[in-house]
């Protein structure tokens, strides 16, 4: 959902001639996200076993959902 939905909102929440950047940004983000996020997550699990890769995942995507919250508009 989050791979559809985004690319819209950032399109929409900046002046028609920005569009073209926004979702360039999101797109790099979700390249940035799969290419660093990957090989990160493989150590920190490895290294610190999975409850605690879960854990720290979780307190990611927590304060993710918090600062999109407070920054996206209704």
Not at 32 to 54: E, M
């Amino acid at each position: 959902m989050l791979c559809v939905g985004a690319p819209v909102l950032a399109a929409r929440l900046v002046p028609p001639e920005r569009q073209g950047y926004a979702v360039g940004i999101v797109f790099l983000g979700s390249s940035a996200g799969l290419v660093l996020g990957t090989p990160l997550a493989t150590v920190l699990f490895v290294g610190l076993g999975w409850r605690v890769g879960v854990v720290l995942v979780g307190v990611v995507a927590l304060v993710a959902a918090v600062l999109v919250q407070r920054t996206v508009p209704s």
